[in-house]
């Protein structure tokens, strides 16, 4: 039950952080232009953040979706590094911390998506 609760915490973090990056607010377009990245990548990191949330919530893949989110916050947490952000390394360092547990506690899963045959077959 523990596992659930922290999948549906995160999931709210980052739809919350994806949707406001995906709906243009201002202050993340603000965010986006003072460290110097195109308008383009804060939408395709809020698509990365709202799949990722939706992942969170797919049973099998909530661990997969924790890996991958965890690993985006290594560029965020290095952002406000470079940024002299310290506020927001902490945040960003507490949702990183709390991705990778997520996939740390989902690992037998991570295992069994690795170890599948894929199944394409193509017609004769």
């Not at 922290?6 to 232009?33: M, Q």
């Not at 924790?66 to 949702?95: P, R």
């Amino acid at each position: 039950m523990k596992t659930k609760a922290l999948s549906i915490l995160l999931s709210l973090v980052f739809l919350a952080s994806g949707g406001a990056k995906l709906a243009g607010l201002e202050f993340e377009i603000a965010a986006f232009e003072r460290w110097g990245y195109p308008l383009w990548f804060m939408y395709f990191i809020g698509a990365v953040e709202v799949a990722g949330g939706i992942g969170l919530l797919v049973g099998r893949l909530s661990a997969l979706a924790g890996a991958g989110l965890a690993a985006m916050m290594v560029g965020a947490m290095a952002t406000h590094v470079i940024h002299a952000e310290w506020g927001m390394l902490i945040a960003a360092s507490v949702i990183f911390t709390l991705s990778a547990a997520r996939a740390v506690i989902g690992r037998g899963d991570l295992i069994a998506l690795a170890s599948r045959k894929p199944r394409l077959t193509l017609p004769a």
